[in-house]
């Protein structure tokens, strides 16, 4: 009769699977810390859809800040060339309204002022909302759209008095 003796496993070290991801990334595109943020920002796109969200591309960033055996770190000019902030591409209220009253369409208003509606059920999302589109619809004013076009596209009566009746309470 044979005895089993208990072989260790042996473990790799922790290492997260999205700095293997921008390893096996730089590699395949030959990127370093010395390639230009011009080279850096051709590729950032393809490096975006590789990370699902916004916790991935942190500790990407941080894996490129930190630097390893195989690479340098990288400068942070470069990490803002390779993983650009998402949040810059955001637009304002009034920008939105700039925008619109410039481009006269009335599907784009329309567009926007969903945008800027309730994202859900929450009271003071409600609130928000509401003073979000009515915000819009002072700045569209100002930019020189007709009342009409406001009043049908970018105006939601049921938000506003459900507003209205929260505000009350």
Request: one cysteine or more; proline letters at 5%.
């Amino acid at each position: 009769m044979s005895t089993k003796t208990a072989t260790p496993k042996t473990r790799k070290p922790k290492a997260n699977n999205f700095v293997l991801v921008l390893e096996q990334f730089l590699e395949k595109y030959n990127l370093t810390a010395s390639s230009t943020p011009k080279q850096l920002s051709e590729h950032a796109p393809k490096l975006d859809a590789l990370l699902p969200d916004w916790m991935a591309r942190r500790c990407v960033k941080v894996a490129l800040a930190r630097g390893t055996d195989n690479r340098r770190l990288f400068s942070e000019e470069r990490i803002e060339a390779l993983l650009p902030d998402k949040r810059k591409g955001k637009l304002t209220i009034e920008e939105r309204a700039k925008y619109c009253a410039k481009i006269g369409d009335a599907m784009d208003i329309f567009a926007h002022h969903l945008d800027l509606g309730p994202k859900n059920d929450y009271e003071n999302e409600i609130v928000a909302s509401g003073s979000r589109q009515s915000q819009f619809r002072v700045k569209l004013a100002e930019g020189g759209v007709s009342s009409e076009i406001i009043n049908t596209y970018a105006k939601d009566p049921e938000l506003i008095q459900e507003s209205n009746k929260i505000q009350k309470k």
